[in-house]
């Protein structure tokens, strides 16, 4: 028997408690992990709270991602005892997560764990750091240098935000970080690197098509307004990679900036992201990532309180990383 965050439906309402299993409760996969970490993402806390329509399908264990050593596999990429990072590929939403001791899953979503890493660094970079880089080498592919002009970052206080603002400062750019707490996020944005830190009110008005230029590159989580306004505001030749849209999936914008200013509008999806690039990816941010990095971009808590934090995340009273321990 082990322990799990379990999530069941009780009519429209979603309760989560944490419960024992066995292994034969588990998901059919080639591999059966023991995981000593998760990590608690804004999906995790829409899943958890049962806001909007994250889960389909009940039981469900949480938990996008993971970090563990493998117990046995029919896979013969992997062998009992080696050391596996698992991010994305609708783990915690139709497949059972990492919010749970142990987890089985298909061969081809797992990455080797670098040499230089452990779980709980693993599990601080998470899905939102591992997006983080994808995010900056999608800047540097359409060559915005660090002497190209400002980078904005949005949503610059949670997860996927906090480790780009980090990993943009320490290749040299300039960041403004843009959060709905501005001033209550401010020294711990500034310590992780960020130039200047604006409250995301001001990315919040309706743009007009095109505002005076000021962002060379926009690494955006929030998606709407936000994302409107930012694109409105680049510079002729900018680049804006998206991911998350926490704030909505519309864009109320035209085609002006992408007409005008020759801006590109990057894509990046962690969940589906081909082994080699994802690979290259965790390589990258642990070698980017200073060690005090950890011990101040999160905190650590266990399963009996994800619901309770599940909540804050939902409500953006959560600044930086959360790590749940196992």
């Known amino acids: 028997m082990f322990n799990a965050l379990i999530l069941t439906q009780e009519g429209k309402s979603t309760l989560a408690n944490v419960g024992q299993l066995q ?16 990590s608690l993402n804004y999906k995790d806390g829409l899943a958890v709270t049962g806001t909007g329509r994250i889960i ?20 013969k990429r ?4 080696d050391r596996v990072i698992l991010t994305g590929w ?34 601080m970079i998470g899905t939102a750091g591992l997006t983080a880089m994808l995010c900056v080498q999608a800047l540097q592919t359409a060559n915005i240098q660090p002497d190209s ?6 949503g610059a206080s949670g997860g996927v935000g906090s480790v780009a603002v980090t990993l943009l400062a320490r290749l040299g750019y300039k960041v403004v970080a843009s959060t709905g707490r501005a001033e209550e996020n401010s020294e ?24 005076k230029q000021r962002w060379a590159g926009v690494i955006d989580t929030v998606g709407n307004k936000v994302l409107a306004t930012a694109l409105a505001q680049m510079n002729y030749g900018g680049a804006a990679a998206i991911c998350g849209l926490a704030g909505g999936f ?15 509008l990057l894509g990046v999806d962690s969940v589906s992201c081909p082994f080699e690039k994802r690979q290259k990816a965790w390589e990258q941010v642990l070698s980017l ?38």
């Open 250 to 264: 519309a864009l109320p914008t035209t085609v002006m900036p992408f007409i005008l200013r020759g801006v590109s």
């Open 149 to 154: 002009g400002e980078i904005l970052v949005t």
């Open 90 to 123: 609708g783990v915690g939403e139709n497949h059972w997560g990492g919010m749970a001791e142990k987890a089985r899953v298909n061969a081809d979503w797992l990455v080797p764990m670098p040499e230089a890493c452990d779980a709980e660094k693993a599990m």
């Open 188 to 211: 711990l944005l500034k310590s992780l690197g960020a130039a200047e830190v604006m409250e995301r009110s001001e990315l919040e008005q309706d743009a007009r098509p095109l505002e």
């Open 23 to 38: 292994v034969s409760d588990l998901p059919e996969g080639e591999v059966l992990v023991d995981v000593s970490c998760s």
């Open 289 to 326: 990532l200073p060690e005090s990095y950890y011990q101040q971009a999160g905190q650590t808590i266990t399963l009996d309180q994800v619901p309770e934090f599940a909540g804050k995340i939902v409500k953006g009273e959560v600044t930086g990383r959360v790590l749940v321990k196992l």
């Open 56 to 75: 389909r399908n009940f039981p469900m264990v949480p938990g996008i991602d993971f970090a563990g050593v493998v117990v046995e596999s029919s896979d």
């Open 78 to 81: 992997y062998k009992a005892g």
